[in-house]
């Protein structure tokens, strides 16, 4: 009996040396560091012991329990990862947590600060476009857009190329608004200006801030242009498309389904075919989404009409930018109206996970308790006719016995960041190991929608152990996520 107690101590010894042998530790991010949005920053560690060859990689309230985002999952345990910053993280403080895929080794990093992105002043010249050509007695838009801190006015001067230069001409404007984003001023070009190329020169009032057009031109015949072997008696009208109409708005009746819709006309003297139309979408972490399309036939005076639907699950600002004749395919009289900029805010879906008791060890006849905790780590409150299902099988003594009758609770709705427990007692009297499966099952329509239903499952097992043999609890959850 001593012999095997002593046995029984040596094995204890070796296994805790063993797990204390394994070990991660985050080295970056920093105590006290400030990572800011939309930057890349390298995610550091180092490891010691047997592991796992995979992690994934989390970020955490400073309270070490509340899940802000999932990082990556998995990626290869070499000791680093690049992170950029999405810009849909509140600012705050949080920690990086690195843990093996199988639960076993994990460590979180000191606190840190998550703030707004650093973004350095600049001016940028949106219209004119280089080779634009623009007619004398009519109003177009100047537009530019800025960046960071500077002032919030501007002067407009206008230069001809002379020789290999350019001359200063005429100041468009003084003095006018400079705010963040997009700013335009209309210009009605003079019909005292010289035939020929010129640039326009924004500059900031009292500071060294500025940008400039390329070369465009300015002329009083750009109605028709000349081609073909005879350029005396050979002249067509061209065509001026322009945006009509465009939409962008929720659809009643469905969760965060967003519809875009837009109407393309031609108010020029001809008719063109293929014209090229491109759709760019800007969402939170770094959404993307780009869609071409071709509209085969416009006719002189005609319009088309073309739409698109798009589910966002993520909460945030999305920024639809649409043009028209995309490649320029076309020669039109002007360029200024053939792009528009649509933005809305969408409130999310919600994200329901499941955390239960890991490995949970009972001796035979003995009542096991399992805890069970359902969380939101979504933007809305979760459906409130979803359900958890609790599974227990046995696998191991006689696996042709049934399985235990299922485990079924209503979910209430959950708010973003909230959870709801729940227990099951159950005894068995030999020993064998229990397979538990844990899910969340919520109806497949629009308001029960999820931003992800491939996390609503976590796996796990009881074990009863033989007749006098120790039991051992980790004390720890396993979650879904």
Same mark, same amino acid.
């Given at each position: ?33 400030? &990572? ?5 920053? =390298? ?6 012991? $047997? ?13 070490? =329990? ?15 990862? $690049? &992170?950029?910053?999405?810009? $849909? ?38 219209? @004119?476009?280089?080779?634009?050509? *623009? ?8 537009? &530019? ?147 071409? !399309? ?28 649409? =043009? ?16 528009? +900029?649509? =933005? ?8 329901? +996970? ?48 049934? @399985? ?6 209503? *979910? ?6 909230? !959870? ?10 030999? $020993? ?29 097992? +009881? ?19």
């Amino acid at each position: 009996m001593k012999r095997k107690v002593l046995m029984l101590l040596l094995i204890a010894v070796f296994m805790i040396a063993f797990s204390y042998a394994q070990s991660i530790t985050v080295t970056n991010p920093h105590s006290g560091s400030t &990572w800011h949005k939309g930057s890349t920053y =390298t995610i550091g560690w180092t490891k010691s012991g $047997s592991m796992d060859n995979n992690v994934k990689i989390t970020l955490y309230k400073p309270d070490h =329990t509340t899940l802000q985002m999932i990082i990556v999952r998995p990626t290869a345990n070499d000791g680093s990862f $690049s &992170w950029t910053i999405p810009n $849909s993280i509140p600012n705050g403080q949080y920690i990086v947590r690195v843990k093996t895929i199988d639960n076993q080794v994990y460590d979180d990093s000191d606190n840190f600060t998550i703030s707004e992105s650093v973004i350095q002043p600049k001016l940028t010249m949106i219209f @004119p476009l280089s080779g634009e050509k *623009l007619r004398k007695n009519r109003t177009y838009k100047i537009r &530019w857009k800025r960046e960071g801190d500077m002032s919030s006015q501007v002067k407009i001067k206008l230069y001809k190329q002379a020789g290999h230069g350019v001359s200063f001409v005429m100041d468009v404007v003084s003095s006018c608004e400079n705010n963040l984003g997009e700013n335009f001023y209309m210009w009605r070009i003079p019909s005292v200006l010289d035939n020929g190329k010129y640039l326009i020169k924004i500059k900031t009032i009292g500071g060294g801030i500025s940008t400039e057009s390329k070369l465009f031109y300015i002329d009083n015949l750009l109605d028709n242009i000349i081609i073909g072997n005879n350029p005396a008696t050979e002249i067509i009208s061209l065509p001026d498309l322009y945006i009509r109409e465009a939409s962008l708005a929720p659809v009643g009746g469905t969760v965060n389904k967003t519809e875009f819709k837009v109407k393309v006309g031609n108010m020029g003297l001809k008719g063109v075919n293929n014209v090229e139309t491109k759709l760019v979408v800007n969402g939170p972490e770094n959404y993307t989404k780009v869609i071409k !399309h071709i509209f085969s036939n416009i006719s002189r005076g005609g319009s088309v009409n073309w739409k698109a639907d798009f589910y966002f699950k993520k909460k945030g600002r999305y920024i639809f930018t649409y =043009t028209v004749n995309e490649s320029r395919g076309v020669r039109e009289k002007r360029y200024d109206n053939n792009k528009i +900029i649509k =933005t809305i805010f969408t409130k999310g879906l919600p994200d329901l +996970i499941v955390c239960v008791d890991d490995k949970k060890e009972v001796a035979p006849g003995k009542k096991v308790i399992l805890n069970v905790d359902v969380k939101n780590i979504g933007d809305q409150n979760s459906c409130s006719r979803c359900n958890l299902q609790i599974l227990i099988k046995n696998i191991v003594h006689d696996p042709t016995l049934p @399985p235990d009758p299922p485990k079924i609770f209503s *979910l209430p709705k959950i708010s973003p960041g909230g !959870h709801r427990s729940y227990t099951v007692e159950n005894r068995w009297f030999l $020993s064998g190991v229990r397979k538990v499966a844990v899910y969340v099952v919520c109806p497949i329509n629009s308001d029960c929608a999820e931003r992800s239903i491939g996390n609503n499952l976590v796996k796990t097992y +009881i074990k009863v152990v033989g007749v006098g043999a120790p039991v051992h609890n980790t004390g720890k959850k396993k979650c879904s996520n």
